[in-house]
């Protein structure tokens, strides 16, 4: 049995005993008050009996017949009844006492064995012993029975009062355990949903972990393989790297000492000779490597951009065209490096140099013949990232014609327009800015015309490559191209 339980039973057990108790006290009250009201009727009733005279005006024997009531008896006349004796008396005649001063009253005389219960007349005697007995007693037991019932009273009331507070108390408790059961059936339902919930989740789980979880496993399995594969292959390399460089490794292209912000400024410090050189055109950044043409029209041209035989792929992304990509130069036999390679500086670079003040720029060409021409333009910007690197050319000299400001003279209208490349934005293969049908992928310069080209190509006719339409037209790729920049000043 719980605790619970055995709390309700002992309270009802209470409950039991105290409505026994009241039961018990209010039948000893109700006889109590029984027999004192009879005593009343019995005083009552003998009253009546002496003072009401009947049928004749004559006292009526107490032990006598009751007297006749219409309707309820019947009185048979003329009966026999044997003649009363009438001789042969036993006792002579009483004397008769002398009167002293008047009629005398005769005092009445207790009679200690009938109980104190005398007729009217004494004539009559003593009246039934039982009746006057039962009188007695209970007159005797009046006083005792009053003042226990004085007593038993205020035992009454607080008992009733304490009945009443164990009622309340025991309301309280069965409200309280209607209040319980009901959080009680609350909790079983809250606890039944989220069984159900927990159960739906468990099942989940149970397919997740049987069935994802193994083929994720072997997905995982068969990328870690490959990871192995792959770090198998660079432990070798790594290897061979350390085999090749057990010996003291030496430089094949060392850098000058000379350097400075750009050619121009290593020119005029003494570094007159085209070769690679280390610059750093703002002291936040770290210095990087460039080539520097020294001789070509008084020297201090860098080089930004060079193409010489297609060794280098220069299809690629736009954040590859922002940080620049190549070989920058190589040693020819000389113990410098001094021919340049295939190479493209960079956006960034070329944005930040061209920004430091006025800027000029050499484009030099050359035809699959050997035939070479150059283009100048003594004004020469490109602006940073956020406005896609957009050009800006003025002041154009030179002979391969002027393909930036004029754009390509065999075309007309809005074909010629296109080609002009002043306020051009820069445009990759995955990122298109240019001004054909914007919005739409398959009008994209930059995928229609590819970087790659060879001899063959540029046979049998096409546009990818290097094109300057204003010299060899549309359809000729170019064997080689280069751009240089240096700062602008008129007194040159």
Same mark, same amino acid.
Request: charged fraction near 25%.
């Given at each position: 049995?719980?605790?619970?339980?055995?709390?309700?039973?002992?309270?009802?057990?209470?409950?039991?005993?105290?409505?026994?108790?009241?039961?018990?006290?209010?039948?000893?009250?109700?006889?109590?008050?029984?027999?004192?009201?009879?005593?009343?009727?019995?005083?009552?009733?003998?009253?009546?009996?002496?003072?009401?005279?009947?049928?004749?005006?004559?006292?009526?024997?107490?032990?006598?017949?009751?007297?006749?009531?219409?309707?309820?008896?019947?009185?048979?006349?003329?009966?026999?009844?044997?003649?009363?004796?009438?001789?042969? /008396?036993?006792?002579?005649?009483?004397?008769?006492?002398?009167?002293?001063?008047?009629?005398?009253?005769?005092?009445?005389?207790?009679?200690?064995?009938?109980?104190?219960?005398?007729?009217?007349?004494?004539?009559?005697?003593?009246?039934?012993?039982?009746?006057?007995?039962?009188?007695?007693?209970?007159?005797?037991?009046?006083?005792?029975?009053?003042? /226990?019932?004085?007593?038993?009273?205020?035992?009454?009331?607080?008992?009733?009062?304490?009945?009443?507070?164990?009622?309340?108390?025991?309301?309280?408790?069965?409200?309280?355990?209607?209040?319980?059961?009901?959080?009680?059936?609350?909790? /079983?339902?809250?606890?039944?949903?989220?069984?159900?919930?927990?159960?739906?989740?468990?099942?989940?789980?149970?397919?997740?972990?049987?069935?994802?979880?193994?083929?994720?496993?072997?997905?995982?399995?068969?990328?870690?393989?490959?990871?192995?594969?792959?770090?198998?292959?660079?432990?070798?390399?790594?290897?061979?790297?350390?085999?090749?460089?057990?010996?003291?490794?030496?430089?094949?292209?060392?850098?000058?000492?000379?350097?400075?912000?750009?050619?121009?400024?290593?020119?005029?410090?003494?570094?007159?000779?085209?070769?690679?050189?280390?610059?750093?055109?703002?002291?936040?950044?770290?210095?990087?490597?460039?080539?520097?043409?020294?001789?070509?029209?008084?020297?201090?041209?860098?080089?930004?951009?060079?193409?010489?035989?297609?060794?280098?792929?220069?299809?690629?992304?736009?954040?590859?065209?922002?940080?620049?990509?190549?070989?920058?130069?190589?040693?020819?036999?000389?113990?410098?490096?001094?021919?340049?390679?295939?190479?493209?500086?960079?956006?960034?670079?070329?944005?930040?140099?061209?920004?430091?003040?006025?800027?000029?720029?050499?484009?030099?060409?050359?035809?699959?013949?050997?035939?070479?021409?150059?283009?100048?333009?003594?004004?020469?910007?490109?602006?940073?990232?956020?406005?896609?690197?957009?050009?800006?050319?003025?002041?154009?000299?030179?002979?391969?014609?002027?393909?930036?400001?004029?754009?390509?003279?065999?075309?007309?209208?809005?074909?010629?327009?296109?080609?002009?490349?002043?306020?051009?934005?820069?445009?990759?293969?995955?990122?298109?800015?240019?001004?054909?049908?914007?919005?739409?992928?398959?009008?994209?310069?930059?995928?229609?015309?590819?970087?790659?080209?060879?001899?063959?190509?540029?046979?049998?006719?096409?546009?990818?490559?290097?094109?300057?339409?204003?010299?060899?037209?549309?359809?000729?790729?170019?064997?080689?191209?280069?751009?240089?920049?240096?700062?602008?000043?008129?007194?040159?």
């Amino acid at each position: 049995m719980s605790g619970r339980e055995k709390a309700v039973w002992t309270v009802c057990d209470k409950t039991n005993f105290i409505k026994y108790t009241m039961k018990i006290l209010l039948l000893v009250y109700l006889c109590v008050y029984v027999a004192w009201a009879q005593d009343l009727e019995f005083d009552n009733e003998e009253d009546d009996d002496l003072a009401t005279p009947g049928s004749n005006g004559t006292a009526v024997d107490a032990r006598g017949h009751r007297p006749l009531q219409k309707g309820r008896e019947t009185f048979t006349g003329n009966r026999y009844a044997p003649p009363p004796v009438s001789s042969g /008396s036993r006792y002579r005649g009483r004397p008769t006492p002398a009167p002293v001063g008047g009629r005398q009253m005769q005092e009445k005389v207790e009679q200690p064995e009938a109980g104190g219960c005398t007729h009217a007349s004494e004539e009559m005697g003593v009246l039934c012993p039982t009746g006057c007995d039962l009188k007695t007693t209970l007159l005797k037991q009046e006083r005792n029975v009053k003042r /226990s019932i004085d007593e038993l009273k205020p035992q009454v009331n607080d008992l009733s009062q304490s009945s009443n507070t164990v009622f309340n108390y025991v309301n309280g408790i069965s409200n309280s355990l209607r209040e319980r059961q009901r959080l009680s059936n609350d909790n /079983s339902r809250v606890v039944s949903q989220y069984t159900d919930r927990v159960e739906e989740q468990h099942t989940y789980i149970k397919e997740i972990v049987d069935t994802v979880f193994p083929s994720n496993i072997r997905l995982l399995q068969g990328v870690l393989d490959k990871i192995k594969l792959k770090i198998q292959k660079l432990e070798k390399a790594i290897q061979a790297q350390r085999d090749e460089c057990k010996t003291p490794c030496k430089t094949k292209c060392p850098i000058p000492v000379v350097s400075g912000k750009e050619c121009e400024d290593i020119f005029r410090r003494g570094g007159v000779d085209s070769q690679m050189y280390m610059i750093q055109p703002d002291a936040f950044y770290p210095p990087y490597k460039v080539f520097c043409d020294q001789a070509s029209q008084n020297g201090g041209w860098l080089l930004i951009q060079n193409r010489l035989d297609g060794s280098v792929d220069f299809g690629r992304r736009w954040d590859e065209y922002r940080r620049g990509f190549g070989n920058i130069a190589f040693d020819s036999g000389k113990g410098h490096c001094a021919t340049p390679g295939e190479y493209w500086l960079g956006n960034d670079r070329i944005s930040q140099l061209t920004k430091m003040g006025p800027t000029e720029v050499l484009i030099e060409m050359e035809d699959w013949t050997g035939a070479k021409v150059h283009a100048q333009y003594n004004q020469f910007t490109v602006q940073s990232e956020t406005s896609n690197y957009v050009l800006a050319v003025g002041g154009y000299s030179g002979n391969a014609g002027n393909c930036f400001l004029e754009g390509s003279l065999e075309l007309f209208g809005e074909n010629r327009t296109m080609t002009i490349h002043n306020g051009m934005m820069f445009s990759t293969y995955d990122r298109d800015n240019d001004n054909w049908t914007p919005g739409n992928p398959t009008k994209q310069c930059s995928k229609e015309d590819g970087g790659a080209y060879t001899r063959q190509m540029a046979k049998h006719g096409t546009d990818d490559g290097v094109v300057w339409m204003n010299w060899k037209g549309s359809w000729y790729s170019l064997k080689a191209i280069s751009m240089k920049i240096r700062p602008y000043f008129a007194s040159r």
